[in-house]
């Protein structure tokens, strides 16, 4: 259904998702996944929009340490993906206990990075690996986020304000975009039980986390400054795909 241009089922990649319920690429793995049936000849311009992120007015502790962008694609039989109009994001409380049981409207995506051939590329991979895992699914909702985690001195950001969790949805990429002055802000996996299955860090451009939503719960540590005197953030992507 996702493509005709092959499977991706070679890397290992099944495998490791249908046995632990997620999976680690390093960059280099994840560059060539995407770059296979993509580009990314726009990519220094997709990294910089997250300079141009918004606060989010949604933190219940008011705190200012994240920004973002939001914006929802579908996804049909035919393998393209096709922004449709702004629209807010919504978790239920069953997965969202801070958040959760609002629509939470965000500033969205750029035009831009929208139509940028990088995301573009993004999309498609995710579209091929997830399509190739639930082979009965026909259609997909799928929302966008750029996140940037700002940390100050004595003001840790906090990558997953609502802990340990899941989002509701089948499937979730998260794309390190870029680190800059920061320490921690380590990812990690527990079973529904609680039972830590594994942690790893997202540290260079294109590390990335893929993640069986229905099976694992995830979060990330807080993040510091290495340098106090210096401006520190985090920058993911992260994309889900929820079946329609």
Request: charged share 25%.
């Amino acid at each position: 259904m996702h493509g005709d241009t092959g499977t991706i089922a070679k890397d290992g990649l099944h495998a490791r998702l249908q046995r632990e319920g997620f999976a680690f690429l390093a960059a280099a793995q994840t560059r060539a996944l995407i770059e296979r049936d993509g580009g990314l000849r726009d990519w220094a311009m997709f990294a910089a929009s997250w300079n141009d992120l918004v606060m989010d007015g949604y933190l219940v502790d008011h705190g200012r340490f994240r920004r973002r962008r939001h914006a929802v694609f579908s996804i049909g039989a035919d393998g393209i993906a096709r922004r449709e109009a702004h629209q807010p994001h919504f978790q239920s409380r069953d997965y969202n206990r801070v958040y959760g049981g609002i629509e939470r409207w965000f500033e969205p995506l750029t035009a831009a990075v929208g139509e940028s051939e990088t995301l573009r590329s993004i999309l498609h991979f995710c579209t091929k690996l997830f399509g190739e895992l639930s082979p009965d699914v026909r259609n997909w909702r799928v929302e966008t986020h750029q996140f940037r985690i700002e940390a100050r001195p004595g003001e840790p950001g906090l990558p997953t304000p609502e802990g340990m969790h899941r989002d509701g949805v089948d499937w979730v990429l998260v794309l390190m975009i870029a680190r800059h002055n920061i320490a921690s802000g380590t990812t990690t996996i527990h079973s529904l039980a609680g039972e830590l299955l594994g942690s790893f860090t997202l540290a260079t451009p294109f590390d990335a986390a893929l993640v069986d939503d229905a099976r694992v719960l995830h979060g990330v540590t807080p993040v510091e400054p290495l340098d106090p005197s210096r401006a520190a953030c985090r920058d993911v992507l992260v994309v889900t795909f929820k079946r329609a």
